[in-house]
Nanobody, 115 residues
Framework: QVQLLESGGGLVQAGGSLRLSCAAS????????MGWYRQAPGKQRELVST???????NYADSVKGRFSISRDNAKNTVYLQMNSLKPEDTAVYYC?????????WGQGTQVTVSS
């Protein structure tokens, strides 16, 4: 089992920045990719960004150039730096981790961007 603890959400004005963190604990010997998804009210959960243990990353087109994902393997922690935030970035952000054949999810952290 892998547990994920997210932090860093909040309320910010458009154009502002936030940094999300997600720390993994538990059975981590098969931990591989980690990343972030988000779900806005009335919409499906969507990929924001992921990063492998080796550092390869990918981003949704909607956040490219504004968001940056990074990872500290020694701390089993993944970060999402979000800059130039827009009201349409408002959502619950969920941390995700792949370990072996399993997907694990955090409880989510609310990000609200006011116009």
């Amino acid at each position: 089992q892998v547990q994920l603890l997210e932090s860093g959400g909040g309320l910010v004005q458009a154009g502002g920045s936030l940094r999300l963190s997600c720390a993994a604990s538990g059975s981590l010997f098969r931990l591989n990719a980690m990343g972030w998804y988000r779900q806005a009210p009335g919409k499906q959960r969507e990929l924001v960004s992921t990063i492998t243990k080796g550092g390869s990353s990918n981003y949704a087109d909607s956040v490219k150039g504004r968001f940056s994902i990074s990872r500290d393997n020694a701390k089993n922690t993944v970060y999402l730096q979000m800059n130039s935030l827009k009201p349409e970035d408002t959502a619950v952000y969920y941390c995700n981790a792949e370990a072996g054949w399993h997907d694990y999810w955090g409880q989510g952290t609310q990000v609200t961007v006011s116009s």
